[in-house]
């Protein structure tokens, strides 16, 4: 499967194969994520790595090992904004482009970026989304047979709500876009299983796969897919309510929350009546 989420959180927090560094062309330690990254992966070490490549040029990017850090790192060398009359877009796209084929061409199957060139380059933050949500779906559609997960990470809430927003509106009704922004708790020791008998078409098993986030504060769920099961969590408190088996005759598990303090119902017949309504909202 092809995934995208956006994580706020520091990107040296992140447990990727690759973790992409938003690089100098001379592959010099600088600040920021960068520095943070150098630091992270152990300076020294890191450093050694990139004077034996040299440079880079702006608009595409090189990998050394991660050491302390993560498997790989990918230096990509984004554009300094000069108000976009100077290929600053193309160069852009062609970082994330080329960080994708690196993670490609070493066998990794995970992938952490920042939001290239919006730091002390200058990009439009909104710009820079956008260009970095059109270069990983092209890329996605161009090799739909790898399996890969995307992950953004970022630290400030209206870069992570531009992303979103950039992400979604791009990829959402092709690939599985997922925020981790909600503090999403485990389902507790007190549940009870039951057994839904259901099935879904192709269609709503795409939509299942694609989860559910809230679009207004008045929306009540969460939802996303890890492996066959189904999550579906309450968006105010984080509490787990339901998980879902699936299972191919139809008949699928679910463990349905009995804590008394995060969920009221105790009743199964009226569990599956509602879970059969909110599965049909989720799956529309």
């Known amino acids: 499967m092809q995934t995208v989420s956006i994580r706020k959180t520091s990107i040296t927090n992140l447990k990727t194969e690759i973790i ?15 520095g943070y990254i150098f630091r992270a992966a152990g300076a020294e070490k890191l450093q050694e790595a990139c004077y034996k490549i040299g440079s880079c040029p702006t608009g595409s990017a090189v990998i050394t090992p991660g050491f302390d850090l993560c498997p790989y790192i990918v230096h990509a060398v984004g554009p300094v904004w000069n108000g976009g009359n100077n290929h600053e877009q193309q160069q852009l796209y062609n970082c994330y482009q080329k960080a994708m084929e690196l993670a490609k061409e070493n066998q990794c199957r995970s992938i952490g970026f920042p939001l290239i060139s919006a730091g002390i380059y200058g990009y439009p933050k909104d710009k820079a989304w956008k260009t970095a949500a059109q270069a990983i779906y092209h890329w996605f559609k161009l090799n739909q047979e790898y399996d890969i997960a995307v992950e953004f990470a970022v630290l400030e809430e209206e870069i992570y709500r531009l992303g979103f927003e950039a992400v979604f509106d791009t990829m959402s009704e092709h690939y599985k876009v997922s925020s981790t922004d909600w503090d999403l708790a485990r389902m507790p020791r007190q549940y009870e299983t039951f057994t839904l008998e259901r099935a879904f078409s192709r269609q709503q098993m795409e939509k299942l796969y694609l989860g ?47 804590n008394p303090e995060q969920y009221k119902c105790t009743d199964i017949e009226e569990d599956r009546e509602r879970l059969n309504k909110l599965l049909d909202m989720l799956s529309r």
């Open 20 to 34: 992409v560094n938003a690089a100098n062309s001379r592959l010099l330690q600088g600040s920021g994520v960068c």
């Open 212 to 258: 559910y986030l809230p679009g207004t504060p008045e929306d009540r769920w969460v939802s996303y897919m890890e492996g066959n099961a189904l999550f579906i969590h309450r968006s105010r408190t984080g509490h787990c309510i339901y998980i879902i088996q699936f299972r191919p005759n139809n008949e699928h598990i679910v463990n349905v929350n009995r």
